[in-house]
């Protein structure tokens, strides 16, 4: 019995966006599609406990589904949208009803279709990101509410906005065409990464969202198994994932990299993310790439000491001229002060602050506090931590800085 | 499906402008019309007088209100509009992306409500 039930919910996560993908297509309307889904996996719930799962449970989930959707379809008074319920009914009772021919890619998957319609540019991006989790992911409202920490009434209406959207502003159910897949490719990803940070940063019930994460990416890896910046990410993310055991105190507080205990780190996750993102480097680099090869830098190296850090500045260099951004910037400047020692990255922190870029950034301000520390000023850099912790407001960063600050206050005396 | 493209730009651009490039950007409007009809996407369209010229009417308590001027300020002004056919949103933005206004102000893209 606990097997079978595992088993169902596994088979849930495996199938439920691959059946709510085709029914979509078939049937012209998200609701209408999680509805008959919904139901044919009620029915499973029900019936499989008893007579056992069936030989292929993915061809007996969409042909219930479909069965439902033809019910729902004949119960419906009123056909909206002037889209023809008969030849809706007609496609639905074909097992092998043909996409229509567009010029498009040659993408088989109806899962494609959805991605690039949840993560349509017309849509907001945290529409795009529920919209993901909800249709592709399976992942239910209330559960996709929690993981935000918004109420659930509040996702709920993100969604239905988001769906009805979809419906009245006529966004097409397809991939992308060929010149437009660079951008439409890029705004997948970001909400994958986004989707992966926020479980990243996330205590408790919120990390499973970065398994969500890795799972939609290799979903795109098996689907665009050409695209290097898919791999690329999937490489990034699972080469920081690595580090998920190591990077957290029991109690929640943030571990620095360089005082990680390097031996909790997932070697299976290093090995996959490190081969996935040679590959990507090897193929075409971007941001994403790039990323992944500057985790692998530090996933090479047994302790920080060891770690290759004129490697590391030289691969923020890249990223800078395909990305620049201040953010980046910051970055390196971090990797200077290791590898050309903390003067030199404490006059990078300079000429970004002069330029006015990240006034509200917390990490800013954190980094000089770093830099200075090290230098063994500590009366500055007991200021910078302040300056920090004005500006921090996620709870786990202001406890990091509150302890760096006191370590630092009783030394200056 | 039908959508309406309004076309928003910051008028003292327009006003600005040379005789020249007044006349090439109306020239490339004229092109880019032709063009959507002869791809059978042009429902209809119109440039409009500028806001100076705009008058707006309220009726409160049963009372009609004619005032001067538009409503808001606002900075970038309604300054023409195409009713177009496309089949989807992709379709739309990508005609709305073509109207040379699109590169001095923007295009709001709005689906038409389907009566009936």
């Known amino acids: 019995m606990a097997e079978e039930e595992r088993s169902l919910e596994q088979i849930y996560r495996d199938e439920w966006g691959r059946i709510v993908a085709t029914l979509i297509r078939l049937l012209g309307s998200f609701d209408l599609a999680e509805e008959a889904a919904q ?5 499973a719930l029900e019936q499989w406990p ?10 007996w989930l969409i042909s219930t589904a479909r069965h439902k959707a033809i019910d729902a379809l004949r119960r ?13 009914m007609r496609d639905l009772a074909q097992p092998t009803a043909p996409a229509s021919e567009e010029e498009t890619l040659p993408f088989e998957d ?3 279709r959805l991605i690039f319609t949840c993560c349509h540019p017309a849509l907001n991006t945290e529409a795009q990101v529920a919209l993901t989790l909800r249709t592709l992911c399976g992942l239910t409202t209330d559960q996709i509410a929690q993981a935000f920490l918004v109420p659930s009434a509040t996702m709920g209406q993100r969604l239905v906005r988001a769906k009805q959207k979809i419906r009245d502003a006529g966004i097409p159910y397809r991939t992308p065409q060929l010149q437009d897949l660079p951008e439409r490719l890029a705004a997948v990803l970001l909400v994958v990464y986004l989707v992966f940070n926020e479980g990243y940063n996330a205590a408790g019930e919120g990390r499973a969202l970065s398994e969500e994460a890795i799972r939609l990416a290799r979903i795109l890896l098996e689907l665009m198994p050409q695209e290097p910046e898919v791999r690329g ?13 190591a990077r957290q105190t029991e109690s929640g507080d943030r571990i620095l990299l360089e005082d990680q205990d390097r031996s909790l780190w997932d070697q299976a996750r290093i090995a996959e993310g490190l081969s996935l993102a040679e590959s990507a480097l090897r193929t075409g680099p971007g941001p994403y790439s790039v990323q992944a090869a500057i985790a692998a830098v530090h996933a090479h190296a047994t302790n920080a000491a060891q770690t290759d850090w004129p490697q590391i500045v030289a691969l923020y260099d890249v990223l800078l001229r395909m990305q620049p951004s201040p953010v ?13 020692g903390c003067e030199a990255g404490l006059l990078l922190l300079d000429q970004l ?19 200075l520390r090290r230098l063994s000023r500590w009366t500055p850099a007991a200021q910078a931590y302040r300056d ?4 921090a407001t996620h709870e786990p960063d202001r406890r990091f800085l509150a302890k760096r600050l006191a370590e630092l206050e009783a030394k200056a005396g | 499906m039908q959508y309406l493209l309004l076309i928003y730009a910051n008028e003292s651009q327009w006003n600005t402008m040379t005789p020249d490039q007044g006349a090439k950007m109306m020239a490339e409007f004229g092109a880019f019309t032709q063009s959507i009809i002869d791809s059978k996407n042009y429902v209809g369209g119109n440039r409009l007088h500028d806001i100076a010229k705009a008058t707006t009417v309220r009726v409160r308590d049963g009372k009609t209100l004619v005032t001067d001027g538009p409503f808001a300020e606002t900075k970038e002004q309604l300054g023409g509009y195409y009713l177009i056919e496309a089949p989807d949103l992709d379709e739309a933005t990508a005609i709305a992306a073509r109207i040379p206004g699109a590169r001095l102000g923007s295009i709001e893209v709005r689906p038409i409500v389907q009566m009936g």
């Open chain 1, 110 to 112: 109806d899962r494609l």
């Open chain 1, 233 to 245: 990410l999937l490489a990034l993310m699972l080469l920081n994932d690595s580090r998920r055991a």
């Open chain 1, 76 to 88: 419906k008074q009123r056909w909206e949208d002037g889209n023809d319920p008969e030849k809706a």
């Open chain 1, 50 to 59: 008893q007579q056992g799962i069936p030989a292929n449970p993915r061809a």
């Open chain 1, 328 to 340: 980046v910037e910051l970055n390196r400047a971090a990797a200077v002060a290791m590898s050309q």
């Open chain 1, 388 to 391: 920090a912790l004005a500006l």
């Open chain 1, 353 to 371: 602050a002069q330029r006015g870029e990240l006034p509200n950034y917390h990490l800013l301000p954190a980094a000089r506090a770093d830099m």
């Open chain 1, 39 to 43: 139901q044919a996996f009620a029915l």
